[in-house]
């Protein structure tokens, strides 16, 4: 079977770099599903939850809070603000994350005179992040 190599470096550090047979990420211009000998890509990322596959069944998850990627036919290199597998996410502080960023959205949108402090976009990107952490560990989020 066919591989690529997967680079995802964050600031801190080299999260991942292996040979995969398939990434599946969310770009600023929708999901993009990148295979070897794709042709060559510079996107944008969104916060959201990567899909790994590593052969024909197994899939991984990783958390990203959006960057950028780089494809070559031999390589995909994704640039990253922060990047975390899901053994690395603490679930209760991703649920409080998420419960938080979503109680500010809702108190904004009911009355956002009254909530002028709420910095609404702010808000949504950490709803963004927290939902994608939450998906990486398969933890429901309603």
Sequence with gaps: ???IQLQVVSPERLVCDKEIAMLIV???GGELGILPRHAPLVTGLIPHAMRIKLDGQEE???AVAGGLMEVTPKKITVLVSAAEEP???DVNRA???YARAKQRI???K???TQHEDIDIDRAEAALARAKARLIATRTSFN
């Design 1 to 3: 079977m066919a591989t």
């Design 95 to 97: 649920q409080a994350a």
């Design 87 to 89: 053994e690395q996410i």
């Design 106 to 108: 809702e108190a904004f």
């Design 26 to 28: 969310r770009s600023t």
């Design 60 to 62: 991984q998850l990783m």
């Design 110 to 112: 009911q009355a956002p």
